[in-house]
T-cell receptor, first 114, second 113 residues
């Protein structure tokens, strides 16, 4: 049973436009959500996170929105740049951090075209 | 930079042979994790550790064992490698008990022929 779902395997956008990556979850106990970015042949890198007590978190060009009632979160990248081309993983956790495990989605491959 | 190294970075081995992957960290983080990444599956947790000699199973632990005799090293062992264990393996750390964020090493690409 997949608890974190990224239903779009790939997304292609033009440079300068907005990229929207979506993630759905099924476990109502999840209370913290993270996005990771992964380039080929490298480890995933932490991008941005959001606690369930918030509905929005922003860091530069990256904004994550959380809709708890819909069990849905999204990552907005504005403006998109070619260097943003990577695989993006959504992850979720329930608990108090550290010892709590992260559950990852399958990832969405973003391609930003010049 | 979380100070995480993995060795080897690439390995090709034959079915039935034992394989040990090493994760080394330099900052005395308590929590360490082993994941595998496969196409169509994302990242899946194999085992994790919350201290020296304290480990627990993750989602896909069958066929794998781990050991942590020192804070800085977390070893993943495939007792008898199978072709289904061909994958990219990532080690991760969590800085402290209050942090959800995990930081990943560069990965080990393992091919079992």
């Amino acid at each position: 049973d997949q608890q974190v779902k990224q239903n779009s395997p790939s997304l292609s956008v033009q440079e300068g436009r907005i990229s929207i990556l979506n993630c759905d979850y099924t476990n109502s106990m999840f209370d913290y959500f993270l996005w990771y970015k992964k380039y080929p042949a490298e480890g995933p890198t932490f991008l941005i996170s959001i606690s369930s007590i918030k509905d929005k978190n922003e860091d530069g060009r990256f904004t994550v929105f959380l809709n708890k009632s819909a069990k849905h979160l999204s990552l907005h990248i504005v403006p998109s740049q070619p260097g943003d081309s990577a695989v993006y993983f959504c992850a979720a956790s329930a608990g108090q951090g550290g010892s709590e495990k992260l559950v990852f989605g399958k990832g969405t491959k973003l391609t930003v075209n010049p | 930079d979380a100070g995480i190294t993995q060795s080897p970075r690439h390995k090709v081995t034959e079915t039935g042979t034992p394989v040990t992957l090493r994760c080394h960290q330099t900052e005395n983080h308590r929590y360490m994790y082993w994941y595998r990444q496969d196409p169509g599956h994302g990242l899946r947790l194999i085992h994790y550790s919350y201290g020296v000699k304290d480990t627990d199973k993750g989602e896909v632990s069958d066929g794998y064992s781990v050991s942590r005799s020192k804070t800085e090293d977390f070893l993943l062992t495939l007792e008898s490698a199978t072709s289904s264990q061909t994958s990219v393996y990532f080690c991760a750390i969590s800085p402290n008990s209050d942090s959800y964020e995990q930081y990943f090493g560069p990965g080990t690409r393992l091919t079992v022929t």
